[in-house]
């Protein structure tokens, strides 16, 4: 399979990325995010390709991911994109500028669009967008926002044959990829290990006691509705204070920062400032019961292959944690997944958040929060400090589940705004 999909992903792309190269651990994810990257780029569609290569930098460079805006940058030229627009967002035509506002805003603080922001969109008088062609934006958004956390979540460099790819020479510090990650984490004759000291062996051998205490208790009784709801807010209360000891700003270089507007826009806390945003209930504007059926009316296919691509993330498993076999680790990706969307505000009535805290340590939520929101802080000490003892193919793992429930929480506030607009 590994062979068909190095090859697939050859005959397509003309290259093997370093980003397939790393995700071809899960090869049953892969092959479902190519097919759903080629459909995006490629296939017939709303948008025409230039614009598709165009909105990918766009996205990319808000989160100053120097690795995904060259290689669009490369493929925007190659269909045929005006070289003049790549001086900077003002020279692109007006219809891509005012996709601006909605970028900046999907990428750092979705909860606050509104159905105004669609309106202004498909409602201009000139260079307005169609219902079709803003969808297809909104998911090429989200799908490269995401990918620029998996890039720096995995510590991604660039192709050998690239600038800035990997040498022997230490980076130069014009290079604006700016995090310290940009030359990979691993040599490629250590991927397959991670330390197995005994400290980190106990790490492991807790946190699944602490499973299976869990379990014990959801058997023997459940949380209230109400102590369910207090959880879920004590919970996104404290992701508010959960923050990288390396938090510096850090500007972007004039090479990214021309691709988008605002650049001191970024990541805040939505109840920070005496702000208070509303809690997105799932069960009111859900993927499965709204948000997929809406993209798959606008733009055939696509909702139904996110959604295998959202399901293989979320379900996958090989019943492994470390060094230990036949365990069942759905309780875990669970906590994973929910504490993405807590973050985000979204809340899930059927979920204890209590369970949060008793399997996620302070290092890994510094991690998650940090690769989801503010990828391009991502250090290399934050990916070697959580779960020490885990492969890293285990840690790709985590970085898939990262990528897909950050993806569908940014896609469920879009389209429930397009929805609001709609009604």
């Known amino acids: 399979m590994m062979h068909t999909l190095f090859a697939d992903s050859f005959a397509t792309l ?16 892969l092959e479902s995010f190519l097919k759903t990257q080629h459909y995006l780029l490629q296939m ?35 269909v045929g994109g005006d070289p003049k627009w790549l001086n900077g967002l003002e020279n692109a035509p007006q219809k891509l500028q005012n996709l601006g506002e909605l970028n900046k805003m999907l990428a750092h603080r979705p909860w606050l669009i509104t159905k105004e922001h669609i309106e202004r969109l498909l409602k ?3 260079n307005s967008w169609s219902l079709a062609e803003l969808i297809h934006a909104v998911v090429l958004l989200t799908h490269y926002h995401s990918l620029a956390s998996f890039t720096f979540g995995c510590g991604i460099s660039p192709e050998i044959d690239c600038e800035g790819g990997h040498t022997f020479r230490p980076p130069s510090v014009s290079n604006y990829c700016i995090c310290d990650m940009t030359n990979g984490y691993h040599r490629v004759d250590d991927i397959h ?15 699944m006691e602490k499973m299976k205490q869990l379990q014990e208790c959801r058997d023997e009784e459940e949380a209230s509705q109400e102590e369910m709801a207090t959880r879920f807010e004590r ?15 850090s500007a972007p270089t004039r090479d990214v920062s021309r691709h988008f507007e605002d650049t001191s826009y970024g990541y805040k806390d939505f109840s920070r400032h005496g702000m208070h945003v509303p ?25 139904q292959l996110l959604d295998e691509k959202f399901h293989i993330a979320y379900n996958l498993t090989y019943n492994t944690m470390a060094m230990h076999k036949d365990v069942d680790t759905s309780m875990l990706r669970r906590a994973i997944w929910n504490y993405i969307h807590c973050m985000f505000g979204i809340r899930y009535d059927d979920y204890d958040y209590g369970e949060i ?15 989801v929101c503010t990828p391009e802080k991502t250090t290399k000490r934050m990916y070697d400090s959580f779960w020490r003892q885990f492969e890293h193919s285990e840690k790709v793992h985590v970085n898939l589940l990262l990528v897909e429930a950050r993806m569908q929480a940014e896609l469920l506030y879009a389209l429930r705004a397009i929805t609001r607009y709609m009604t």
């Open 235 to 249: 919970e996104k209360r404290e992701s508010m204070f959960v923050c990288s000891s390396e938090d510096e700003e």
């Open 44 to 78: 017939d569609g709303p948008l025409p390709l230039h614009y598709r290569h165009y909105i990918g930098i766009m996205a990319a460079a808000r989160h100053q991911c120097s690795y995904l805006v060259n290689l669009h940058v490369n493929d925007f030229l190659h």
């Open 14 to 29: 003309g290259r093997l990325d370093n980003v397939t190269l790393v995700m071809v651990f899960h090869p049953q994810y």
């Open 357 to 371: 805290n008793q399997l996620l340590d302070r290092s890994f939520k510094v991690y998650i929060k940090t690769v």
């Open 193 to 207: 290990a991670s330390p197995t000291t005994t400290e980190s062996v106990c790490e492991v051998e807790a946190l």
């Open 124 to 126: 201009t008088e000139e």
């Open 279 to 303: 809690t997105f209930r799932a069960q009111d504007y859900s993927w499965e019961d709204h948000g997929y059926s809406l993209v798959n009316r606008l733009y055939p296919d696509v909702g």
